[in-house]
Structures are given as C-alpha cells and as structure tokens.
C-alpha cells in the first residue's frame, strides 16, 4: 500500500518496529513514538490516518488536517461520521480495511482539494476566538478561587439512589412487571375463552347426535 502513495511519504507509529516486515518502501518512517501536535502543525503534512478519538480529532481540525478514519469504538464512530458528513474526512470501516480501500482513501484526499480547503475552513471557525484558551482557562480558575464553589454541579448533592437512578429504574421495571402480567393475563383469559367455546361445541354436537338417534 505505501508505495502506492509515493512519492508522499509516510510516518508510521507502532509498539514494536521489530514486528513489523523487512522490505518496506524508502517512503516509510518507523517510530515507536511520534510528536503528534508537532507533526499535525508542519506545513508539509497531507493527511492524518486515525482512529478516530476525541482528542487527535480536534488536533488535525486545529492545524487543518484532512482525515481518513478507522474508527473501533462507539463514540470514535460517532466523531468520524459527523467529519465524513463535513467532507473533511474519509471513513474505513475496520472490517473492510485492505490494502486497496485505505489506498482509495489516501489518495482521495490528496487529490481531492474539497478535503483540504473544508478542514481549513473548519480550522479558521474553531480558531476564531475573543481570547486564547490559556487566557480562557486562567479566567474560569481566578473566577472559582474569586466566587467559590458556584459552578459545583447540583448533582454533587444527590443521595446515590438518585445519582444512579435507581428510582426511576424500580419505577420502569414495576411497569415492565406490570405489562407482561397484564399480557399474560390476557392470554389466559383469551385460552380459557376459547377452551369453553370448544367445550361447548363438541357438547353441542353430542347432544345434535343424540337427538338424531333418538
């Protein structure tokens, strides 16, 4: 797959280089480690290949890096679709991940410039802010030490059972309870209804045969 790209080339982070295969292209670099913010803010960086997470997510869009995406877990699903929907991401589903669909996925990015221009905008807007976020976080903390334990949330103060919801949990599972009773009930009843019915059918016609015979 990584000479398919060529000649751009590739950073590749991994636990262990010794793992992995001997032979790879010139244009491939190894680490164990790699400065990720450090590399997202070079001016040569094309794409970002992540899974997804919160965190690197916001970084590509702070330096305005276009993404192909495999996510793993829920809330990595739920991050990549909203940037596929933004087109400034590419998903791969990790269980159609081959070598082809992450080639396609690459290379639409760098040669589609919709990717690229999108995330700058993108980039711009999150960037556009009455005060940096070093200002930002120095103001909410000279603000707590100035008027105390105002932004303590409420829930702070609930007893466990309402911290867990047990209440309305008990309350849901008395009316579940309550609705499979009343169903089965109905069936009951609706059995009963229809075994006297047939009780008295097959009465009906014994008691037709023996009028007949008599």
């Known amino acids: 797959m990584f000479e398919r790209v060529a000649p751009v080339r590739v950073l590749l982070k991994v636990a262990d280089i010794d793992d992995m295969p001997s032979g790879l292209p010139e244009n491939v670099k190894l680490s164990s ?41 829920r809330d990595q699903f739920i991050n990549l679709h909203a940037y596929e929907q933004q087109k400034i991401a590419i998903v791969v589903k990790l269980d159609n991940l081959t070598a082809d669909s992450l080639t396609y996925a690459v290379n639409k990015i760098l040669k589609d410039p919709t990717y690229n221009e999108n995330v700058k905008k993108l980039s711009s807007l999150f960037l556009d802010r009455p005060t940096s976020p070093m200002d930002t976080a120095i103001y909410w903390v000279e603000y707590t030490a100035r008027h105390g334990n105002v932004l303590q949330s409420p829930g702070s103060e609930l007893s466990w059972w309402q911290l867990y919801f047990v209440d309305i949990n008990l309350f849901f599972t008395i009316c579940i309870i309550f609705i499979i009773y009343i169903i089965r009930l109905f069936f009951k009843l609706l059995s009963k209804i229809i075994n006297i019915r047939k009780l008295n059918n097959e009465n009906s016609q014994i008691n037709y045969k023996t009028k007949k015979n008599k």
Do not use: S
């Open 33 to 73: 480690w790699l400065p990720q913010i450090a590399i997202l803010k070079h001016k040569n960086i094309k794409v970002f290949v992540t899974h997804g997470g919160m965190m690197g997510t916001q970084e590509a869009i702070t330096y305005g890096v276009p993404m192909v995406g495999i996510p793993i877990f």
